[in-house]
């Protein structure tokens, strides 16, 4: 199973994996800007740790199915290969509900999941559709892992004033802090967030600009020491140099009636 290369030209391009569609590289003048772990497994089974996972059709534990959904552990197949139009470099990925997917969530669907490589920036654009007859809910998330040089000096603005849910030490709380730095383990969901995030500290002390369409909610992730030696798809030593700042629709369930689509995603940006 090849990765499938999607390349504007010399200074951008991007990878996309067949498995879970997830987006394994991005680079930008020769430096890789998304983080995937050493020890990430690419059998067809696990979701790959790193670049960007797709989350459907639910965030976090599921009763019906594994944790963030099955689209991240799908075979998604190539809808259109890479060209370039316009400037920019495209490609397509779709997934359709199966026997496998409708005996854990009876639904009929279409998922595009579109990915754009532009001049130092990319766009990751998800197409929900319901092909079915009945309506159907559901939550979504791209789980964006960026990489930094130091994730303690890493900042991520938006964030003030929010509502957000601690899933380390189980709080909500409303977020006082015009710039979120990370000290410790955090799994922080987000609501409301504003449209654009500004992440610091990336490769050569660049900064990402995260716009966000359709996505209401943030989530900030690191598992730092303890939990990185915990995993075993993720290096003990590879904590400090990533951050995931995740786009979502995860707070509240969407819900899309029949032969309706659900547009989103995201437009991420480099600078200096």
Known sequence: MSTVRI???????????????????????????????????????????????????????????PQHGFARTSLWKVAKEPTVESGS???????????????MWNNRFKLTYTVIVGDHQME?????????????DFTTLLHTYFRVEDVTKTTVDGLKGCKVFDKVHKETRTEDRDLVKISSETDAVYETTS??????????????????????????????????????????DEYPYMICVEAGHVAS????????????????????
């Open 124 to 136: 990751t654009n998800l197409d929900i559709k319901n092909t079915g007859d009945t309506s159907f």
């Open 195 to 236: 449209q654009v995030h500004h992440i610091t500290g990336g490769p050569n002390g660049k900064t990402f600009t995260v716009t966000k369409k359709n996505l209401p909610d943030t989530v900030v992730w690191n598992p730092w020491a303890e939990k990185a030696k915990a995993m075993s798809d993720f290096g003990d």
């Open 7 to 65: 390349v504007r030209d010399a200074q951008n391009e991007a990878q996309v994996h067949p498995h879970g569609a997830t987006l394994t590289s991005w680079k930008v003048d020769n430096q890789e800007l998304s983080f995937v772990s050493k020890n990430a497994v690419y059998d067809g089974k696990k979701a790959i740790r790193g670049g960007i996972p797709i989350v459907f059709p639910n965030f976090g534990p599921w009763d019906l199915g």
């Open 89 to 103: 470099a495209v490609a397509a990925f779709e997934l359709e509900d199966s026997e496998q997917t409708r005996a």
């Open 253 to 272: 369930r969407c819900k899309l009636d029949p032969q309706q689509t659900y547009s989103c995603g995201q437009t991420i940006s480099i600078k200096d």
